[in-house]
């Protein structure tokens, strides 16, 4: 896509997104994957050698707990050596100058890059790769400077403690898939994801055919391209700055008045 192209995309997104009064942004792994966290194992090095099933799924822990926790507590310390980018902090000013809207933001990711840039009340569709929970009781705490909790059994009923990220071959948490809902979007920004899990997934789709816009960011090609109202190739690092300031300018908010 051309400089001109990219302009062009971004102005047709926000006249877009401008009217929405209820913004969903959706973002996958390729928002996080600009400020360099690696996609699940990442390239190379040691996790490569495992099946996925045996780091991030409740019959995993239970075959070999040190094993899973290890791999946890390498990318907690990897991630906080990592720094929001430009594009999540657009995300966090977008959500506080976006006029007479609210932005509610979702994501797959288990990073905290999004709450660090700012951003309120992040929906975390997988948890957070910052909690630690009890297998056995309702126990659940932030484990965010040193790892600590990870270490001992649960204080309240002594059971053995696991990360609170969702897993394969479980649901995702009940509360988050409710507060998408109460929040009830009529407009969507997607970004760096193409294969969000069902049901989450379903959301664009849906809204799409409800007549509401959904505007995708991502540098590849998805299902979902062809689909959505318009589709900007590109990093979120990039595109999601100069969006965010066509989304707060006057000028577009004086285009989305005169719409209604
Ligand atoms: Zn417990």
Known sequence: MSDSGTREHLARAAKLLAPC??????????????????????EGGIWNEYRAEDLAS???F????????????????????????????????????????????ATTNEDDLLERAGVRDVVHLHGSLFSTRCTACAWEDDDHDDNAL???PCPRCGATVRPGSVWFNEPLPRLALDRLEEFD?????????????????????DLQVHGHPVVEVNPEVTPLS????????????????PLTDLLTSSIVRDQARRQE
């Open 185 to 205: 979007p009529d407009g969507c920004l997607l970004v760096g994801s193409s294969c969000l899990v069902q049901p989450a997934a379903g959301i664009p789709l």
């Open 21 to 42: 009064r209820r913004l969903l942004v959706l973002a996958g792994a390729g928002l996080s994957a600009d400020a360099g966290v690696p996609t699940f194992r990442g």
């Open 58 to 60: 409740p019959e995993g």
């Open 150 to 152: 990870s270490l001992m």
């Open 226 to 241: 062809e689909v959505v109202a318009c589709s900007i190739r590109g990093p979120a690092r990039d595109l999601l700055p």
């Open 62 to 105: 239970a075959q070999d707990p040190e094993l899973v926790w290890d791999w946890y507590r390498e990318r907690r310390l990897h991630i906080a050596s990592c720094q929001p980018h430009a594009g999540q902090r657009a995300i966090a000013l977008l959500q506080q100058h976006f006029p007479a809207a609210r932005v509610l933001m």
